[in-house]
């Protein structure tokens, strides 16, 4: 089946510290990978993802994710959180068909704390 | 602002009623998804359209919902005789052929009483 393991529901954090958070795929879905973010009351927006090429991928503000097959992971990471980062964060993959909809994970939601 | 609109933003119905929900992707998105979000959970596919043509639904679209896009551009979700258990998130995304990102609007919240 296809699918996408978000591995932790909650990650609370101090400001400044490192964050990672942790998602896995099915290798039943395609290699096209995205991490999308979804501040309090506002839509998912797309923060990086992953097509092909050099498996590390960053995104505007600090975040970078890692492709590794091997591992079927795409860990997203960032060396420094602020507060403005708190928000839920989905891993998703594209699903094996042509249509291109998105298979998401459950979703993360990262607390950063002052 | 992603450029993708849903109308109404917050919904309250009865169990029992029809509702009709509407998404408004920007005019490059040949491609348009609804997605499902219940609380806690990462958002779940339901339909996807190629221009006016619903090309793939999940099995989580029973026979109460429906979906079309007329003229490849707007596109509404209706569920009839609605269930408490329907109550979610409905999510509409745009997409464009040949380019992988999706759009998402801002979401359409449905409370079923």
């Known amino acids: 089946a296809q699918s996408v393991t978000q591995l932790d529901s909650q990650v609370p954090v101090f400001e400044e510290a490192p964050v990672e958070l942790r998602c896995n795929y099915s290798s039943s879905v395609s290699v096209y990978l995205f991490w999308y973010v979804q501040y309090p009351n506002q839509g998912l927006q797309l923060l990086l993802k992953?097509?092909?090429?050099?498996?590390l991928v960053e995104s505007i503000n600090g975040f970078e994710a890692e492709f590794n097959k091997s591992q079927t992971s795409f860990h997203l990471r960032k060396p420094s959180v602020h507060i403005s980062d708190t928000a839920e964060y989905f891993c998703a993959a594209q699903g094996s068909s042509n249509t291109g909809k998105l298979i998401f994970g459950q979703g993360t939601t990262l607390q950063v704390k002052p | 602002d992603t450029g993708v609109s849903q109308d109404p933003r917050h919904k309250i119905t009865k169990r029992g009623q029809n509702v009709t929900f509407r998404c408004d992707p920007i005019s490059e998105h040949n491609r348009l998804y609804w997605y499902r979000q219940t609380l806690g959970q990462g958002p779940e596919f339901l339909t996807y359209f190629q221009n006016e043509a619903q090309l793939e639904k999940s099995r989580l679209l029973s026979d109460r919902f429906s979906a079309e896009r007329p003229k490849g551009s707007f596109s509404t979700l209706e569920i009839q005789r609605t269930e408490q258990g329907d109550s979610a998130m409905y999510l509409c995304?745009?997409?464009?052929?040949?380019?992988?990102?999706?759009?998402f609007g801002p979401g359409t919240r449905l409370t079923v009483t």
């Open positions: 995304a745009g997409g464009t052929s040949g380019i992988f990102e999706q759009y």
């Open positions: 992953y097509l092909s090429g050099s498996t």
